[in-house]
């Protein structure tokens, strides 16, 4: 039973990849071929530009999934002579992590596979919400380009755009457009990017807000030594002062405060004998002459 | 048993691969262009930068940029070359490439793209001719209205504090006149007669 049962197993050993080898491509291809079909039907729709040949590729199938929510916007999509790609090249990596507050770039390579001119008309960039890719959140300025590509060459563009620092930490539909037609006058729009990225906050470890937050500490502080010496030195005076200020008239004339006259003033008060101040400006026009 | 499980898995894994790296293997350039200067100016350095990315699966062979876009009557050349060639990029990876230009007259400019040409994989005769991004129209500002705003001034100062010499001078004699007049009295004899 067992010998017989490995030689079977051997035997669907070599046969099976020999046949997923020889059939292989296409059997994935029809795989997949399916799967844009299937979203065909959902559509319904009077699509000209159907996928062919190229409908294989991943690119293209997320293009397909694309065009459901572009469709009321464009009827239109990617040409099957055009190849595009997408490179995000700030920050470096797929694109789904972006910086809040920071410049990302990306370039956006398309390839002429067909026989006519492309003309590359614009790249628009938007956020969408992520449930709900019809929900526009922001829209970004759609750079117009008008470059032609001439058959069997390429071409590539780029845009740039910073995600608002309010979205930091929050999952965003970023869908980034590249609207193109042909030498007929076909125009066409697809779908570059269209994933949900997430915009993330970079730390850094000094910001102008921390900066200042320690400026302004540092500020409080100083401003609260300033106003404890001031109120601890102008408590010990009232208490010294306290005992003086009070009112005895002129009865006691010597009980006049002169802490604070200098002491050779003092001095010179204690010589010279008292006298009325009609005297004593007399006395000094007497001498000034 | 087991083992053989395992041998199956493997075969199946394999035989996949195959089908699927049943495609051509190209090599996809993608090449940006930048200027990265926030001023331009006449007769001032202007940075260019080139930068390629091989997004393909296949190395790229004797990639060569060629920008025709700064022609000598508009521009010299302050240092890098406009037309250069790398043997070999490999997949995923880049190279960028620098010019610095100065431009000879002021007035709008265009940058326009430059052109990168290679063979897609090591055993292909043909040549792909890709173009890079374009950074588009810039304004060249004239060095005079740049100097006028960033220059330090040095001159203007100087003639300046020339002009502003009169008028600090003449009332700072006049105070030093009525200084020296009533300093001669001296002062410690005068408190201690009084």
Known sequence: ???????????????????????????????????????????????????????AEIDTAEGGEEEEEEEEEATAKGSPDADTVILFTKPVGSGTELPAGKLVEFLVGFTNNGDKDFILDAIDASFRYPMDFNFYIQN????????????????????????AEAFAARPLGLTVNLAYHDADGNAFLEAVFNQTVSIVELDEGMDGETFFLYVFMLAFSVLLLVAGHHFLSSFGHRKGGKKVVVEM????????????????????????????????????????? | MKVLSYLILALAFVGCVLSEGEGEERAR???????????????????????????????????QLTDAGFSTEDFDIAGGQLQVKFDRIAPNANVSHTVVVKPKK?????????????????????????????????????????????????????????????????????????????????????????
Do not use: C
């Open chain 2, 106 to 194: 002021y007035g709008y400019f265009n940058f326009t793209a430059a052109e990168v040409s290679y063979q897609p994989s090591e055993d292909s005769a043909e040549i792909q001719i890709g173009y890079t991004s374009e950074p588009g129209e810039g304004g060249i500002i004239a060095f005079r209205d740049y100097d006028r705003k960033f220059s330090p001034h040095v001159f203007d100062w100087l003639i300046f504090a020339l002009l502003m010499i009169p008028a600090l001078l003449v009332p700072y004699m006049m105070w030093y006149n009525i200084k020296s007049k009533y300093a001669t009295v001296p002062r410690g004899k005068k408190g201690r007669s009084d």
């Open chain 1, 140 to 163: 970004f300025t759609a750079i117009p380009y008008n470059r032609a590509v001439k058959p069997r060459q390429e071409a590539t563009v780029m845009y740039s755009f910073y995600p």
């Open chain 1, 249 to 289: 008239g002129t009865t006691k004339r010597d009980d006049v405060d002169y802490d604070w006259l200098p002491k050779e003033v003092l001095n010179e008060i204690k010589k010279t004998p008292r006298q009325s101040p009609r005297q004593r400006k007399v006395n000094r026009d007497a001498s000034s002459k």
């Open chain 2, 29 to 63: 350039l993608l090449a940006a262009k930048r200027v990265h200067n926030l001023y331009l100016v006449e007769g001032r350095d202007i940075v260019v930068q080139y930068s390629v990315h091989n997004v393909g699966q296949a190395a790229a062979i004797n990639v």
């Open chain 1, 1 to 55: 039973m067992f010998p017989g049962m490995k030689k079977l197993l051997l035997l669907l050993l070599l046969v099976l990849p020999l046949i997923i080898t020889t059939s292989g491509g296409k059997m994935t291809a029809w795989a997949q071929e399916d799967e844009v079909e299937g979203e065909e039907d959902d559509l319904s729709d009077d699509e000209v530009n159907v996928d062919d040949g190229t409908g």
